[in-house]
């Protein structure tokens, strides 16, 4: 395996871990909402590798963390989602420094994924109607949205200045 290879196994891996402790325990969890910064952890890693890696990445820290620490039934359905924002990530963050990109894969995630698909997996997997848990959703997205957009480009500028030099050797 060549050394680039290895330095990508191993940041990808350290994500994973990172995107799990973030999601799992450094963020305000309830059966159907999570607040936190587990996002920053596939961004840096869509932004580092593109859009297969981000989606591996936040597909399987998806599911070691519902293995690890339970928050509810695991369902495949959130691993998906999870997947989905890595793919949007990766397109829409890697070689690209616009402020437009982060504003569309935000919203492009916050609505696609967080309003919609998981809402739909948590009327599935609880058995209720979309509508009770879309003002949830809907709160959470309000939150994270302008967090993700304030972070974002600034988490863009320390990659560029501290890590990808460090990765070009």
Not at 35 to 40: C, K, R, S, T, V
Not at 51 to 59: D, K, L, N, S
Not at 74 to 81: A, D, E, K, V
Not at 101 to 129: E, G, R
Request: hydrophobic content about 60%; overall charge positive.
């Amino acid at each position: 395996m060549s050394k680039n290879k290895l330095l990508r196994l191993v940041v990808c891996g350290m994500m994973i871990a990172v995107d799990v402790v973030l999601a799992r325990l450094a963020s305000l969890n309830t059966t159907t909402e999570r607040l936190g910064l587990a996002l920053f952890a596939v961004a840096i890693v869509a932004y580092l590798y593109g859009p297969f890696a981000a989606m591996i990445v936040h597909g399987l820290s998806d599911l070691i963390g519902a293995a690890v620490f339970p928050n509810g039934p695991i369902f495949l359905g959130f691993t998906l989602t999870a997947a989905l924002i890595g793919l949007i990530y990766g397109l829409c963050f890697h070689h690209k420094k616009s402020v437009w990109w982060i504003v569309l894969a935000v919203a492009s995630t916050q609505v696609v994924c967080t309003l919609c698909l998981n809402t739909l997996w948590l009327s599935i997997l609880y058995d209720k109607v979309f509508l009770v848990f879309l003002p949830g959703r809907l709160i959470q997205a309000a939150i994270v949205t302008p967090v993700q957009l304030v972070g974002l480009p600034f988490l863009f500028k320390a990659l560029d200045r501290a890590v990808k030099p460090l990765l070009k050797h």
